[in-house]
């Protein structure tokens, strides 16, 4: 069965540092990749997805994350964190080929930026 | 733009009541989907259903149905609310494979 693994519930950086929210996946085919993110009382919104096209994918808001298959991982990254960018992400995989193919998702990791 | 939205942001109900949560979309997609999420618990599926009055149990389906008697609703229903089903509940769709769109939750206490 397919996981999700995001390292770190609570990441926290200063305004300005890099931003680096981990995942990892297993998964026996290669999946669809997915990174949401939550602000208070909100749904989730999509950021980014990977289906299998370039393996640097850019999103909203200044958010890229990088496959790779090797190390099966899907890791967020952005340069300088912005007040703004304080939320949950949660990342999420897919298996194109499954019988429904049900997104599975990560328990999430709360970012804090500081002043 | 994919539009969803779910009929209360908040909802405060009593143990025993019937509830009911509803989710419209407005992009045609074929599968729909009902989560509820808790802290450090992340997003647990309850229901699915991947066409007109068709549905699947997910990981919790204990203590709700669902119903999907149009395309465009989805219907979760809290047949006697308990203290437990306290929790934010989302509502999300799917075409295909691809990313699956939420709406904006309903944040549901059961006194």
């Known amino acids: 069965a397919q996981s999700v693994t995001q390292l770190g519930s609570h990441v926290s950086v200063s305004e300005g540092a890099l931003v680096l929210l981990r995942c990892n996946y297993s998964?026996?085919?290669?999946?669809?990749l997915f990174w949401y993110v939550q602000y208070p009382n909100q749904g989730l919104q999509l950021l980014l997805k990977y289906t299998s096209a370039a393996t640097l994918v850019k999103g909203i808001n200044g958010f890229e994350a990088e496959f790779k298959k090797s190390e099966t991982s899907f890791h967020l990254t952005k340069p300088s964190a912005h007040m703004r960018d304080a939320a949950e992400y949660f990342c999420?995989?897919?298996?194109?080929?499954?019988?429904?193919?049900?997104?599975?998702f990560g328990k999430g990791t709360k970012l804090s930026v500081k002043p | 733009d994919v539009k969803v939205t779910q009929s209360s942001r908040y909802l405060v109900k009593r143990t025993g009541e019937k509830v009911f949560l509803e989710c419209v979309q407005d992009?045609?997609?074929?599968?729909m989907f009902w989560y509820r999420q808790d802290p450090g618990l992340g997003l647990r599926l309850i229901y699915f259903s991947y066409d007109v009055k068709m549905k699947e149990k997910g990981d919790i389906p204990e203590g709700y149905s669902v119903s999907r008697e149009k395309k465009e609703r989805f219907s979760l229903i809290l047949e006697s609310a308990s203290t437990n089903q306290t929790s934010m509940y989302l509502c999300a769709t799917r075409q295909g494979y691809y990313e699956q769109y939420f709406g904006p939750g309903t944040r549901l206490t059961v006194t």
């Open positions: 999420a995989v897919s298996d194109p080929e499954g019988s429904q193919g049900n997104l599975i």
């Open positions: 998964s026996s085919v290669p999946p669809y």
């Open positions: 992009m045609d997609h074929e599968n």
